[in-house]
């Protein structure tokens, strides 16, 4: 770890991490509090896939969308409009919504061969996104003149690298130039995020060998060929499955690579002051569990 002591930690005076865990537990949070002193560079990958690397791919779906309907194409053939993405920080449903769910098209789905596409290049995206993280570092210090840095990462990043292997290269990578720090959530916290996600079930990125076992267990199961897929169900069925294979390869991540601070912790943190308190607090509890 690039930072092995509190005292090191508190004494540094350009400071660099990246949040990892579950989304919805708080990593764009802890960023945003931190943004807003005006000392931290707010790094987002999810931000970083959805305008950088598959921000084509997002506007070419809307495009594609709008030529099945005769009013919108003829003014986007003439040129009389034109379609772009709004994705921010706070609003990557662009990037979400380009993922899409496998299933029935009537439904709201495509074709799984589609989806396959998609999700594989997803993956190279946020592979390449985690890449830039370190000339981001150093673009935030020579352009902007950002002393500190956090990267807020996706929910998928242990799916885009092996947590298992002690020489993973990205893995590696990321060690060298920041701070590791796992927000892990509780049993409750993750039976709230069950119950948000059934309300509102949305495209998350799976690594291929889990999502291909998952998928040929639900046809299976439920006697459906892919076409007649109900969408939103597959992915209610599949995320207590994706939550249950990425706790460990998080719990993998921090032992090898980081540090670890419970969601719970974080619940009143609303300044710098604590955030950075919160992570010195796990250096040493870190510290002291390897001596």
């Not at 509190?6 to 802890?30: H, I, N």
Request: proline share 4%; aromatic share 12%; with cysteine.
């Amino acid at each position: 770890m690039i930072y092995n002591t509190r005292k090191r930690w508190l004494a540094e005076r350009e400071k660099r991490v990246l949040l990892f865990g579950m989304s919805g537990l708080g990593k764009t949070y802890l960023s945003n509090v931190l943004r807003t002193t005006g000392s931290w560079f707010h790094y987002s990958v999810d931000y970083r896939i959805g305008t950088r690397y598959m921000g084509e791919h997002i506007v070419d779906n809307f495009k594609r969308e709008a030529m099945n309907n005769k009013f919108l194409a003829r003014l986007l053939m003439n040129d009389s409009i034109y379609i772009a993405s709004n994705i921010t920080f706070k609003n990557l449903e662009p990037l979400s919504t380009f993922l899409g769910k496998p299933g029935n098209v009537d439904l709201g789905g495509i074709s799984i061969k589609e989806y396959r596409r998609r999700q594989e290049l997803h993956r190279r995206a946020e592979i390449a996104s985690l890449q830039d993280t370190a000339h981001f570092i150093e673009r935030s210090k020579d352009l902007y003149r950002y002393p500190n840095f956090v990267c807020d990462s996706g929910g998928s990043i242990c799916e885009v690298i092996n947590p298992y292997d002690p020489e993973d290269a990205l893995m590696s990578f990321l060690a060298r130039h920041l701070l590791l720090v796992w927000i892990r959530g509780s049993e409750e916290r993750t039976e709230q995020m069950k119950r948000r996600f059934n309300l509102s079930p949305k495209p998350m990125y799976y690594r291929p060998e889990f999502f291909d076992s998952q998928w040929s267990l639900y046809l299976e199961q439920h006697e459906l060929a892919p076409e007649s897929v109900d969408p939103d169900h597959f992915v209610r069925w599949i995320f207590t499955e994706a939550i249950k294979q990425r706790k460990p390869r998080y719990e993998a991540m921090y032992r090898r690579w980081g540090v670890v601070v419970e969601a719970s912790d974080l619940d009143d943190v609303s300044d710098e002051e604590s955030i950075i308190d919160a992570i010195g607090d796990a250096i040493e509890r870190r510290g002291s569990a390897s001596a």
